[in-house]
Each structure stands twice: as C-alpha cells, then as structure tokens.
C-alpha cells in the first residue's frame, strides 16, 4: 500500500467510525485500500493511551493490529533507556516489530540497528524512523534497518542487544518458558553475549523469574514492569563474562509501576545461595492486626520480594502464606496500595449472611482464605466497588478473617 496524504486523511476522519461498517462500503471508496485503512485504525484506537506520542503523529504507519497490540507501551521503552549500559554507544534490536523499544532506547546514542523479517514492518520501520528523526530535536542516532530472520544474519558488534522473542504457538496459544520462544535465546545466548556487553531479553510476564534466571547464564538484573497495576513486561539483563563482577545466583530485582500521577518502585537483591532466606517471616508475623494494612505492587507480588518488603519496612506479615502486611504506625511511602483499618470480623456464617446489611457494596479480596473472592462475594451478597474495601485473609493466632479497609494513598 502507497503510504499518501489522501490514506492518511482518510484514517485521520475516520478514526472513530465503526470498522465493520467501513468494510462493508468500501465500494464507496475506490482510490483508498479499506482493509489496509481499517488496519491502520483499529491499531491506533489500541495505541491511544499506550503510546500517546507516536498516536499524535498522523504520519506513523503503524504496524497493524497484532504488533500493536503486542509492542511495549510508551513508560516502558522510554524507561528501558535508562536501563542499558552508560557508556553505550551502539544497540540492535534483533526483533524489531514496530521498532518503539529501538526507538526510544536508542536515544542519544551513535548507532541502532533495526532487524525484522516481516518486510512490511522494515517498510514502516524505514517510514516511521525518518518521521520520528525530523520531528523530535536531539542527537538522533544512525539507524540502519536489517530485513531477514536474525537467527539467519550476521550479529553486528555493538554495546547492547535487544530482543523481544514471539510468545505465541503455531496454533496461536501463548507460550511462558523462554525456551520455546522464537528465536530460543537459551540456545543462542552465548552466540550474543560473544556481540555484546549488554545482552537484554523481554519475556512473558507470566514467565516463573527463577525458571527464567535459571536458563540463563551471568544475569546481573531482572526488571519487573507494571502499568496502572497490571504487570506487562519482564526485562532479564545479561552480561558476558569477562564484562563485570556479576556472580550466578545473585542479582537485583527493580519491580516499578507506572501510574500517570507518579511510578512505584521498589529494589532488592536476589541470592539463590542466602542461607537466610526467609530469616524475617519468623519474627516479623503479626499476632494481630495494627492500624494500617498493605498490599504490595503487582510488581513486588510477581517478585516474590515479600522477605525484602520486611527487611526495608516496619511492617509485619499477616501470614507465613498471606502477603498482606500491617503496622501500627503509617508507612506512608509503602510500595503498594495502603489501607486504613475500620474493622475486623471473624469469618463465620452468621457474620457472612448480616454483613450485605452492613456493607452495601465493597471491592472484595482475599489470600489464604478459605473463599475465594467471587465466592464470597455470592456468599454475601454485597455488590462490587465503592469506596470500602474488604479483605479475606488469615492471622496465625487467630484464623480466617473478614478486614474492613477505606483506602488513604491514589494507587
């Protein structure tokens, strides 16, 4: 499809019409391609709040519905800048998609390398990169786009490697373990590390950190990314082994969450050989419940950083197996959602069958509970939202129990 002013006008005015409509008139339309138009489209309403900057420009092509669906959100590259070596110079992304990490990772720096082995993503790619290089003033880097299976070019010596790996089947069902991804970056790795001295892989944020880790050789950082609460990527970074000190077993978890108003973050060290791991859960179980209750960030969650929590936080943990925390002072800068306490209720039917009375409406959760949330939520009866919260969780010394929260922090 010839990319013009007429198709991108045409896109621009029909930005918000009904796509199934468009391609039933596309008789009425005889100089502009409607399935091309509709793709480009329905991929931009997908890219309106996931990349804000390249949905304002109406000179991108955007690269259709699937790798739109599929690129990183518009946090998370710029964030992935900040993550590569200081000294880098030069970065190949040996999976281009719709080049948005190359793109933004690549700020500043001499030299990126685009590779993709779909030919009409390398044609955006080309399009987009000369648009995005004349409109944002700064240093632009040198980009050259590289069309052909990465597994099958040569791999350029540069400071940083980048790839994205497919996490889909042939039969269109999702794929978890690194190993099965396309290309399969366990079986490469030692081929790119030789390129490179940064060597940096986007995995399913459903992947097991351990499992994934456990693959891979000298992991120096692994990158845990949420947005508004709902983790999107995991970014696994290696270095060769003649680059640093890095030892196996041991490397720093970075759990962040980017909210419009302002991001979580929370670090730690992870030590596959700490003989002390779990040395705070024995001490630091509440007997009761304090003043104040926490969540901790999906981040921080899908981590398993709940030891680290307790060893940076005056907090305690509810349960050995329940990762709600409580204290009786107000930690006010808690990585997570914070709760006051308004009551709590013991789990028992004659409590469940008065509460909808009580408790109208409530945003209902629960961990190491003998209900899940929906269940309990049929078993009282009380209507989802509003502003009380209602949490199901057990306490060692005392059992379920039903916890009545109002929320005091925006997350």
């Known amino acids: 499809m010839e990319w013009n002013s007429e198709i991108r006008q045409f896109i621009t005015d029909h930005l918000s019409d009904d796509t199934v409509r468009l391609l039933l008139s596309a008789h009425r339309y005889p100089t502009i391609d409607i399935p091309f138009a509709v793709d480009q489209i329905e991929a931009r309403r997908r890219l309106r709040n996931k990349l804000p900057e390249w949905y304002a420009e109406p000179d991108l092509i955007m690269g259709g519905r699937v790798p739109a669906e599929q690129c990183s959100s518009e946090s998370t590259a710029r964030y992935k800048r900040s993550i590569i070596l200081p000294d880098a110079r030069s970065l190949c992304d040996m999976t281009g998609g719709m080049g948005v990490d190359l793109w ?45 299976i990465s597994t099958e070019l040569p791999i350029p010596d540069v400071d940083v490697i980048y790839l994205d790996p497919a996490r889909r089947s042939n039969d269109g069902g999702r794929i978890f373990e690194i190993s099965d991804c396309q290309p399969d970056v366990v079986a490469w790795q030692d081929d790119l590390l030789a390129h490179c001295r940064q060597l940096i892989t986007k995995v399913s944020p459903m992947a097991d950190i351990s499992r994934t880790v456990a693959r891979l050789r000298r992991v120096s950082d692994v990158y845990v990314l949420s947005v508004k609460g709902e983790c999107k990527e995991l970014l696994v970074s290696q270095c060769p082994d003649d680059s640093s000190s890095v030892q196996e077993g041991r490397y720093s978890i970075h759990c962040l969450d980017f909210y419009p108003e302002r991001t979580i973050e929370f670090h730690f060290e992870h030590r596959s050989d700490d003989a002390a791991s779990g040395r705070h859960r024995s001490d630091r179980i509440a007997e009761g419940l304090g003043t104040w209750f926490y969540e901790p960030d999906v981040s921080i969650m899908k981590a398993q950083g709940f030891d680290a929590l307790l060893g940076a936080y005056d907090v305690q943990m509810l349960d050995r197996d329940c990762h709600y925390f409580t204290s009786s002072t107000l930690i006010a800068d808690f990585p997570g959602r914070i709760f006051a306490i308004d ?21 209902i959760a629960v961990r190491n509970f003998p209900l899940t949330a929906d269940a309990l939520r049929r078993r009282t009866g009380i209507r989802d939202g509003g502003e009380v919260y209602l949490f199901g969780a057990t306490l060692v010394a005392v059992g379920p129990v039903l916890i009545r929260c109002h929320k005091i922090n925006s997350v």
């Open 104 to 148: 933004y990772m690549s700020r500043n720096l001499d030299l990126a390398v685009y590779t993709e082995c779909q030919p009409h993503l390398c044609a955006a790619a080309r399009h987009n990169f000369a648009v995005l290089s004349a409109k944002f003033e700064g240093r632009n880097p040198r980009i050259e786009v590289r069309e052909g």
């Open 343 to 363: 009551e709590q209720l013991a789990f028992a039917s004659h409590n469940l069958k008065m509460l909808r009375a009580r408790i109208p409406q409530a945003n």
